[in-house]
């Protein structure tokens, strides 16, 4: 049965609660075990304090060498001027040892972000980081258009067929939406199924 793990980096909590959908999406397939991990925080406390970050997360802290334990991989962290935040690339720069000796190939990823407006770099985000897993031999499930809701025009959204995504405005007063949390959950979902499909 899948191993799914849910990895994330959250600033302020939007990705936290994205990663829980993902997570309640990937738990839903009978057999998966799923583990909620984070990735640490680079920023120095003073300025994340100062900034208020969200540092009371329950998730733990990944280790790089954890990633090979799991069959489905499923990545979230906010957009940074159109690329993934430095933290969760700070991780896998380290992946190097793991790339090296193949210890990820043939397993499942995903991708899921966040950005502050509706244009703000989503989909440049999630391609970017699924160059990263392709790198190491992942085979990259997206959001497919089955799940309708990102097909939505009555309503501001995120969703793209790269992954799921939520929008928090620039002062990130907008937490997910729950057309956004299905589609984090329908991605979850999708990776576990095919997840346990590749393993017969």
Same mark, same amino acid.
């Given at each position: 049965?899948?191993?799914?793990?849910?990895?994330?980096?959250?600033?302020?909590?939007?990705?936290?609660?994205?990663?829980?959908?993902?997570?309640?999406?990937?738990?839903?397939?009978?057999?998966?075990?799923?583990?909620?991990?984070?990735?640490?925080?680079?920023?120095?406390?003073?300025?994340?304090?100062?900034?208020?970050?969200?540092?009371?997360?329950?998730?733990?802290? *990944?280790?790089?060498? @954890?990633? *090979? @334990?799991?069959?489905?991989?499923?990545?979230? *962290?906010?957009?940074?001027?159109?690329?993934?935040?430095?933290?969760?690339?700070?991780?896998?720069?380290?992946?190097?040892?793991?790339?090296?000796?193949?210890?990820?190939?043939?397993?499942?990823?995903?991708?899921?972000?966040?950005?502050?407006?509706?244009?703000?770099?989503?989909?440049?985000?999630?391609?970017?980081?699924?160059?990263?897993?392709?790198?190491?031999?992942?085979?990259?499930?997206?959001?497919?258009?089955?799940?309708?809701?990102?097909?939505?025009?009555?309503?501001?959204?995120?969703?793209?067929?790269?992954?799921?995504?939520?929008?928090?405005?620039?002062?990130?007063?907008?937490?997910?939406?729950?057309?956004?949390?299905?589609?984090?959950?329908?991605?979850?979902?999708?990776?576990?199924?095919? *997840?346990?499909?590749?393993?017969?």
């Amino acid at each position: 049965m899948p191993k799914v793990l849910v990895l994330y980096h959250s600033t302020y909590g939007h990705l936290e609660t994205m990663a829980e959908a993902v997570a309640e999406g990937a738990r839903s397939v009978e057999g998966a075990t799923v583990d909620i991990k984070r990735v640490a925080e680079t920023v120095p406390d003073e300025l994340a304090k100062s900034s208020g970050y969200k540092l009371d997360q329950a998730a733990p802290i *990944a280790k790089v060498e @954890d990633l *090979a @334990d799991y069959d489905a991989i499923i990545v979230g *962290a906010g957009t940074r001027f159109g690329t993934v935040a430095s933290q969760m690339r700070n991780f896998w720069d380290q992946s190097g040892g793991l790339w090296f000796q193949g210890k990820l190939v043939g397993k499942v990823g995903g991708v899921f972000t966040a950005t502050a407006t509706q244009h703000g770099g989503q989909e440049t985000t999630l391609i970017g980081m699924i160059q990263t897993l392709m790198h190491h031999g992942i085979l990259v499930a997206g959001l497919p258009y089955s799940f309708q809701g990102q097909m939505r025009n009555d309503e501001i959204t995120g969703g793209s067929p790269y992954g799921a995504t939520t929008i928090t405005n620039g002062d990130g007063s907008r937490m997910p939406s729950e057309n956004e949390l299905d589609g984090a959950r329908f991605q979850g979902r999708h990776i576990a199924e095919v *997840a346990k499909k590749l393993l017969g």
